[in-house]
């Protein structure tokens, strides 16, 4: 006989930058783990026959290419930018989003998702559904084609690609660049909390990010769900070197 668990880790993670060690820099992830246990050959104990979660840095096993020294110089060249005139629009949206990044949180939601919205975890993923939310909370109406009730939603709400298509042709959001990390890294610091990020494989818009914060070298950090991401760098766990970003300015209503 053998016990099935559902285990919700946070892991909090720091890092500095090599020009300022003294300065730490903190961010979050929470991954949902399946175990099960069975009868170990010995008394009284246990092996785990079985532990399913979604890696949050597997697609950074892949990466083929590190980081070049003209990158490295530009980023350690930066320095935090003045967000203190973001409009209330745009911090309404981030108060949502750090409020309610699941077991990314600082567990003040008990690491739980809104129970107002639908969750999309096992059922495709419930980044675009995040997005969404996070745009509607801060004053974006909803539409016939963008949202949600009950236990559903409309695919512009809920489905990556079908999201960032909505946004941009809708006039909510506009691109500001598209292209690997080598084409957009520079156009990322023009990114300021409240914007948005779609992650794309194969051609195909696969991921929604949210822009929540910055760091110490004003480097773009982001909120998640699936996985669960709080202050995360942007392109962390997405920097393989097949993958393509499309970093959007919102437009916020008045």
């Known amino acids: 006989r053998g016990y099935a668990f559902f285990a919700v880790v946070s892991t909090a993670y720091t890092y500095s930058y090599e020009d300022q060690p003294e300065i730490s820099n903190l961010f979050r992830i929470g991954t949902y783990h399946s175990i099960d246990l069975i009868p170990g050959g010995e008394e ?111 695919r512009s709400w809920c489905n990556a690609a079908g999201l960032q298509g909505y946004l941009v042709y809708s006039g909510k959001a506009r691109v500001i660049a598209k292209g690997t990390y080598n084409e957009v890294y520079k156009s990322a610091y023009k990114l300021a909390p409240g914007d948005v990020i779609a992650y794309q494989e194969k051609g195909k818009v696969v991921h929604m990010a949210f822009v929540s914060a910055q760091d110490s070298k004003g480097y773009p950090l982001v909120n998640t769900h699936t996985t669960d991401r709080y202050h995360v760098p942007w392109d962390l766990g997405w920097n393989d070197s097949d993958i393509k970003y499309i970093l959007m300015k919102v437009n916020y209503p008045e």
């Open 44 to 154: 009284n104990s246990w092996l785990i026959s079985r532990e399913w979660y979604l890696d949050p840095f597997q697609d950074s096993l892949n990466r083929k290419t590190l980081a070049d020294d003209g990158i490295r110089r530009f980023v350690l060249s930066q320095s935090p930018r003045d967000f203190s005139g973001l409009s209330a629009r745009r911090k309404k949206a981030v108060e949502y989003a750090d409020r309610w990044a699941g077991a990314a949180s600082g567990g003040g939601n008990g690491y739980a998702y809104n129970k107002k919205y639908p969750d999309y975890n096992g059922r495709g993923g419930d980044c675009s559904n995040y997005v969404s939310q996070i745009l509607h909370e801060s004053g974006f109406k909803t539409t016939y084609g963008w949202n949600y009730g009950g236990d559903s939603a409309t």
